[in-house]
């Protein structure tokens, strides 16, 4: 039995007062990698970012339900949305590194956190970007831009500056979808090497993907009210090979999306 | 075939409608600066700048007029800048999108567009008589700043929002607070353009001439001002009378005090141009 980290109860975000995903019911278990697939527009961003409380910065949105993180709500009265953050450690689909140093990017986390220490931050640094798979790459120039990096450098700079405020929990919204191929590989080898120590859900619309990197697989699907609803959720393997339900097999074997 | 000819020239007479609208501006503007370098060039020597207005034409310099435009300039940005970002913050990165914001901004915009002299009336009611700061640097700086602020609340809102949402939701997801996502992320790749937004924003305030005419700065001023409330005149309202004299002479020194102004002008926009191609190749994406 898998322990579980985050988890949401009937899950429901409303934008401009109009549902964008319903009912949502989902665990996601401790140092895995669960990925969350489906067609565009069946809600998967939106999901993965209620569980950092992203939503939060559109105003138009509204969560109802609930979503338990270590058997704690987020949204809850006395949870602090800047803990959250920290403790749940998000990459974007676009590589977004901060137009300052490499140096500066993985140290921005620490720093807001009030650690000024330079032996410290410097120990920081390296670690990260070690174990983001960079620090070969980028020892001997981490004063230079971070957006002199290449792409996939870019996103690993992401996922190293993402690591430095020792998050447990990392989301991942298609990282690789704007990468080549060998980048993208690079990304997925690094994401199995993290999922040792790290929870982690991604959101990708690449099936292929899903099922070379993710532990556990959730299928979502928008109806014709164009409402976002969990499908199907399960062991990668199992939904891969013998989906319960046959919206999920047309999905997989490439009937639509 | 022949619609096809008319066609083509009917393009080709709005082309050359278009070029001569063009050349026209141009021409005029040359012949002006021409006009005025003319006339001007042969008073600008080392006492135009060092002498205080006479009514000797030959005596008459701007030393009095260009420490008060320094003057006058330098509090202006002291009092608008501060409050003009802020207020640019406010509205970008904090403020709710409802009805009062969309009243404010449809406001500031207003503002924006109100003939300058009525601010000078509003600076002669309030800062002149109200505060009883009298015709002082204090109050014409004020009653800029009044007049700059909605320019430089719309460019500083612009740069805040040139910046990628992106960059915010990084620092944002990082656990930073509203505060620190501005002050690490934000203003550092909006400075540019509020710098620029403020020195155009002052290059229009150091052109103006009738709020401070309306709050009564002095066209004789024959000392320095050696503090914000001492009496003062400006560069333009210098000329301005200088232009009113019958005089030639006097003319000759007006058209001098413009190219003094005009340099000034340009080099402050020259150095807005200057520092935003600077800034902004850090910040290439």
């Given at each position: 039995m898998e322990e579980i980290v985050l988890e949401t109860q009937n899950l429901t975000v409303y934008y401009n007062g109009r549902p964008a995903i319903e009912g949502i019911s989902l665990r996601i278990p401790r140092r895995r990698i669960t990925a969350i697939i489906g067609p565009s527009g069946c809600g998967k961003s939106t999901l993965l970012r209620c569980f950092n409380r992203m939503n939060d910065l559109i105003p138009s949105a509204r969560v109802t339900g609930r979503v338990l993180f270590e058997g704690v709500d987020l949204y809850g009265p006395d949870v602090d949305v800047v803990e959250v953050r920290r403790r749940i450690g998000m990459v974007f689909q676009k590589p977004n590194p901060f137009p300052k140093s490499i140096y500066e990017n993985v140290a921005f986390g620490p720093r807001i956190q009030g650690i000024r220490d330079r032996r410290r931050l410097d120990e920081i640094v390296e670690r990260c970007l070690r174990a983001a798979a960079l620090w070969d790459e980028v020892k001997d120039k981490l004063h230079q831009n971070a957006l002199t990096l290449s792409g996939g450098q870019q996103q690993r700079l992401c996922i190293a500056r993402a690591l430095a405020t020792e998050p447990e929990v990392l989301l991942m919204d298609e990282p690789a979808s704007a990468l080549d191929p060998i980048a993208t590989m690079k990304i997925e080898d690094l994401m199995r090497e993290l999922a040792r120590e790290y929870t982690i859900v991604i959101v990708t619309h690449n099936m292929q993907q899903a099922a070379r990197v993710s532990?556990?697989?959730?299928?979502?699907?928008?109806?014709?009210?164009?409402?976002?609803?969990?499908?199907?959720?399960?062991?990668?393997?199992q939904i891969f090979t013998r989906p319960r339900d046959r919206r999920t097999e047309d999905y997989i074997t490439g009937r639509f999306g | 075939m022949e619609r096809r000819q008319r066609r083509e020239m009917a393009g080709k007479v709005f082309e050359a409608v278009a070029l001569a609208a063009t050349v026209f501006g141009l021409v005029v503007l040359a012949m002006l600066l021409f006009d005025v370098a003319r006339r001007g060039l042969g008073v600008l020597s080392w006492s135009f700048f060092t002498s205080y207005p006479s009514r000797f034409p030959e005596q008459a310099g701007i030393r009095s007029a260009l420490l008060g435009t320094i003057w006058v300039m330098a509090l202006t940005a002291l009092f608008a800048v501060p409050l003009g970002v802020a207020a640019a913050i406010y509205l970008e990165e904090y403020a709710p999108r409802n009805r009062l914001t969309r009243f404010i901004e449809l406001n500031i915009n207003n503002l924006a567009g109100v003939p300058s002299i009525i601010y000078g009336l509003l600076g002669l009611e309030l800062f002149v008589r109200g505060l009883k700061l009298e015709r002082s640097i204090l109050a014409g700086a004020l009653t800029l700043s009044l007049l700059i602020l909605p320019i430089l609340i719309a460019a500083s809102r612009e740069a805040l929002r040139a910046v990628p949402m992106s960059l915010r939701e990084a620092a944002f997801a990082l656990?930073?607070?509203?505060?620190?996502?501005?002050?690490?992320?934000?203003?550092?790749?909006?400075?540019?353009?509020?710098?620029?937004?403020?020195?155009?924003?002052?290059?229009?305030?150091?052109?103006?001439?009738?709020?401070?005419?309306?709050?009564?700065?002095?066209?004789?001023?024959?000392?320095?001002?050696r503090g914000p409330l001492d009496k003062f005149t400006v560069l333009p309202i210098q000329i301005f009378n200088w232009v009113s004299r019958p005089q030639a002479g006097f003319h000759a020194r007006a058209a001098g005090a413009i190219l003094v102004l005009l340099a000034v002008l340009?080099?402050?926009?020259?150095?807005?141009?200057?520092?935003?191609?600077?800034?902004q190749r850090r910040y290439q994406w």
């Open positions: 532990d556990y697989t959730a299928f979502m699907l928008a109806g014709e009210d164009r409402v976002g609803r969990l499908i199907e959720f399960g062991p990668t393997q | 656990g930073a607070t509203r505060w620190q996502v501005i002050r690490h992320q934000v203003l550092p790749v909006a400075f540019p353009g509020i710098l620029t937004g403020m020195i155009l924003a002052l290059s229009r305030a150091i052109g103006e001439t009738a709020p401070l005419i309306t709050i009564g700065a002095l066209t004789f001023i024959a000392f320095d001002p340009l080099s402050m926009n020259g150095l807005a141009i200057y520092l935003r191609y600077r800034l």
